[in-house]
């Protein structure tokens, strides 16, 4: 096998894990929006601003079943004197009242009708009595009603024309009853992100297969197709890759074709057969390597001690983004824009695989699909540490941890095996707690940022 690494193998600068973001969301634009029917549109992110086609409720509506009455009509009504209306129609939900109340009279209505006309309120029928006198359906009141009272008017909810949800808002089940409710049988949404998960490296067998000596099961594949879905995405997994660099650039080629996004996963570090990491160079190479933006440290103010190179852009337009980031997992992770398309070369290692798409991959499916590039960004919380943390980087660190509440206050509790080639704190962590850089780590009950993840 020939051995990829050559001339500028460990010359990569480090970026943070805030400019690398910043690079891969300035990078991507809002993607297609399609149709689809309302029945398919939970969790879907809306393609484009809905309003209210009409006001809503769109008629004064009964809060319960009882009578329709004026309620001046109604005044001094009580258990010992009751106010006797005559009863000249019934309303049942769906139906509208062919004449209006008169005083004196009232109607004896459904939950969720019409309230009639000249009626501004409704009685419940347990505070009603019926009676009759000859022909005449009559009712005695044993409450008075206020003005309003169990008729909700028309618009309180909406007026015709106000924003019901906002484009990239994520469709809920309730977004569902108010689009339903306006007629929306048909809901713009933005396209899935269609996500190509390559995986590199000879050592991986397919999943059914029995280990063999020195090999592994791919598993990170299968974990980046869960992780696409649960993203709203559509994943495509290629087969295995060689480390042949001119093959594994004629597989991202031709899945960007298809694709949105292209995932690698392998080969981003300074091995002999790391081809992730030689394709990158090579954009680099072909750019005439970082001495262009020399002059040009640190674009973001940002504070750290991580020099933040500008991104490279090649003769045939290929931008890399980052080739490193001041991060533990993860620290190889790389990036570049290839044909306009994202393509993410994340780690080998299970847990910096996991954690380079939490940081940089779901927010750019999230962009794609709408979000605001700042809110594309995870979410974060606070928490106190439950335990220590004491080993120091001289990068920031996300350190999986279960999360819990206790006493009404948030805490932190990092899970064993929390190394980069380790998996089995990956089913069990609720989030990332980012430790700063520096040379101690974190004490128990320090309050620390942590990523919420799904
Ligand atoms: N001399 C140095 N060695 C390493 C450095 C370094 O700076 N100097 N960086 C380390 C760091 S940090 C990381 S992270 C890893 C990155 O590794 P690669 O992205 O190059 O990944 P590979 O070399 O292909 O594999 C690493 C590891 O992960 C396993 N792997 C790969 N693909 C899969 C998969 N699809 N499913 C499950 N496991 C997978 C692979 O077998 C290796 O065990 O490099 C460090 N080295
Ligand atoms: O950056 Mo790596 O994932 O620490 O082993
Ligand atoms: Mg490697």
């Known amino acids: 096998m020939e051995q990829l690494q050559g001339e500028g193998r460990f010359n990569r600068r480090a970026i943070l894990v805030a400019e690398a973001q910043r690079r ?25 601003r809905l309003t209210a086609t009409c006001d809503w409720p769109p008629f004064v509506r009964s809060g319960l079943d009882g009578y329709a009455v004026r309620s001046i009509d109604t005044v001094g009504a009580a258990p ?61 009141l044993k409450r008075d009603a206020g003005a309003g009272q169990n008729a909700t008017p028309i618009g309180v909810e909406y007026k015709a024309g106000s924003v019901v949800a906002e484009a990239g808002t994520v ?30 490296g000879l050592e991986l067998l397919p ?18 197709v869960a992780l696409i879905e649960e993203a709203g995405g559509i994943p495509l997994l290629h087969p295995r890759l060689c480390d042949d660099p001119q093959m594994v650039m004629q597989a991202i080629t031709e899945a960007s074709e298809e694709a949105d996004i292209i995932l690698t996963t392998g080969g981003v570090s300074v091995g002999d057969y790391d081809v992730m990491a030689a394709i990158m160079r090579d954009i680099r190479a072909r750019s005439g390597g970082y001495k262009a933006d020399e002059a040009n440290l640190s674009r973001t103010g940002q504070a750290g001690n991580e020099q933040e190179p500008t ?21 190889p992770t790389s990036a570049a824009l290839m044909n306009g398309k994202l393509l993410l070369a ?25 979000t605001e590039r700042i809110a594309s960004l995870p979410r974060q919380t606070t928490a106190r540490l439950k ?26 509790d990092p899970l064993a095996f929390n190394k980069s080639s380790m998996m089995a704190s990956l089913p069990e962590s609720d989030g990332l707690i980012r430790i700063p850089a520096g040379p101690c780590g974190a004490e128990a009950g320090a309050l620390v940022d942590v990523i919420v993840l799904n």
């Open 311 to 331: 991104q490279i852009t090649d003769r045939e337009g290929n931008v890399l983004l980052f080739d490193k980031v001041a991060m533990r997992p993860g620290s």
């Open 24 to 48: 891969i969301l300035e990078g991507l634009e809002a993607g297609k929006v399609e149709v689809v029917p309302l029945a398919q549109a939970r969790g879907r992110l809306l393609g484009k």
């Open 207 to 224: 999943v059914h297969a029995p280990l063999r000596p020195g090999q592994i099961r791919d598993s990170n594949s299968g974990m980046l």
């Open 346 to 370: 994340l780690s080998g290692n299970p847990a910096a695989c996991f954690v380079g798409f939490e940081l940089f991959g779901r927010p750019a499916m999230k962009r794609l699909q709408g």
């Open 80 to 140: 010992d004197a009751p106010v006797t209306l005559e009863v000249i129609g019934h309303i049942a939900a769906g139906e509208v009242a062919n004449e209006a109340i008169r005083p004196g009279t009232a109607m004896r209505i459904m939950t969720g009708a019409a309230v009639p006309e000249g009626a501004d309120a409704v009685i419940m029928l347990e505070q009603t009595q019926e009676a009759s006198e000859g022909e005449h359906h009559l009712v005695k």
């Open 387 to 412: 335990s220590g943390f004491d080993k120091g980087s001289p990068h920031e660190r996300f350190v999986r941890t279960r999360l819990y509440v206790e006493e009404a206050q948030q805490f932190a």
């Open 171 to 200: 469709l809920r089940s309730g977004h569902i009853a108010l689009l339903a409710t306006f007629g929306y049988a048909e809901v713009p949404v933005y396209a899935k992100p269609k996500v190509a998960i390559l995986p590199t």
